[in-house]
């Protein structure tokens, strides 16, 4: 029984580390290198666990990473600990999905065909969270970590985040397919066979995946800049959050984003951007507050 208990925390420390290192992969630490091995402690973690050992860890690493990363929104008033976990549960379980069908995988085919399949599960699931109804949440996505380092973003023309974010993922797993043989004497793995079938194959795709990523991203961005530039202008209201959606300070930010826009207008630039959440309420069910902007944009127009 004790013995379990040690392996257990000990796995639980694997994916901990798994969190950090991704958290710290994020802004605002953007140590972006960190998310090529970040998963690694996760995949030496779960692989040998049945699925639903594989869920549970997988899980908690999901929680403790979404509870690092979305730090900031603790900010804003209204927004408490009992929402963080709750936001943190559900976005964790996708995490453990990707545990569950991971090991899965492994205990039917063996872990070097399951790190083989790993960018397919983790990028799959990152579509679903992104694009699934009102839930639907495509931030912190693994590409994310990579907006400083331009030859690697450049793919992202071709196969959006999610390219980015398969990359990485596989990188993980081919390190895990290094790692892993001489990890399984202390892991769940040591009653499994490794083997390095699926394993070989991984390395070769992988590093030929990277080099034409990088090969593609650093002739990208060698090429001239072509086409007429584009003026652009950001209005910033500097509105506190607390008043955002409060209905008696509706009328006044509206005449600051109204005001700034006609000042800013006055300059003709090709295109005016506001910030995420300016208006005071949402513009598709607010009938008023869509007739108010659409009077403020015909306005400028004309």
């Not at 950090?20 to 998310?35: K, N, R, Y």
């Not at 990473?65 to 709750?86: A, C, D, E, N, R």
């Not at 990890?183 to 769940?188: D, G, K, M, V």
């Amino acid at each position: 029984m004790l013995c379990r208990t040690i392996k257990y925390l000990r796995d639980v420390f694997l994916v901990a580390v798994s969190s950090l290192l991704l958290v710290l992969s994020f802004p605002e630490f953007d140590l972006g290198i960190l998310a090529w091995v970040g998963l690694v402690p996760l995949f030496v973690a779960i692989t040998g666990k049945k699925p639903v050992g594989g869920f549970s860890l997988a899980i908690v690493g999901g929680i403790f990473f979404f509870l690092g990363v979305f730090q900031w929104i603790l900010y804003i008033k209204g927004y408490t600990l009992f929402h963080h976990s709750f936001l943190a549960v559900y976005l964790g379980s996708y995490f453990g999905f990707f545990g569950l069908v991971f090991c899965f995988i492994a205990r039917r085919r063996g872990p070097g065909w399951a790190l083989f399949a790993a960018p397919f599960i983790w990028v799959c699931l990152e579509y679903i969270r992104s694009n699934f109804l009102f839930l639907a949440l495509p931030w912190g996505l693994l590409g994310h970590t990579q907006y400083r380092y331009p030859p690697v973003i450049q793919i992202a023309a071709i196969t959006g985040t999610y390219g980015i974010s398969f990359l990485i993922v596989m990188v993980n797993a081919a390190f895990a397919s290094l790692v892993l043989p001489f990890a399984r004497h202390w892991t769940s793995f040591s009653g499994m066979i490794f083997s390095a079938k699926p394993a070989r194959p991984l390395l070769i795709i992988t590093v030929l995946s990277v080099a034409l990523t990088l090969g593609y991203g650093y002739v990208t961005i060698s090429q001239p800049f072509i086409g007429k530039p584009v003026h652009i202008s950001a209005i910033q209201g500097n509105i506190e959050q607390v008043k955002k959606f409060d209905p008696r300070f509706a009328d006044k930010i509206m005449h600051i984003y109204t005001t700034m826009t006609r000042e800013t207008a006055e300059a003709q630039p090709d295109l005016i951007v506001w910030p995420e959440t300016a208006t005071p309420g949402s513009v598709s069910r607010d009938s008023t507050l869509r007739t108010s902007l659409i009077h403020t944009v015909v306005s400028l127009i004309a």
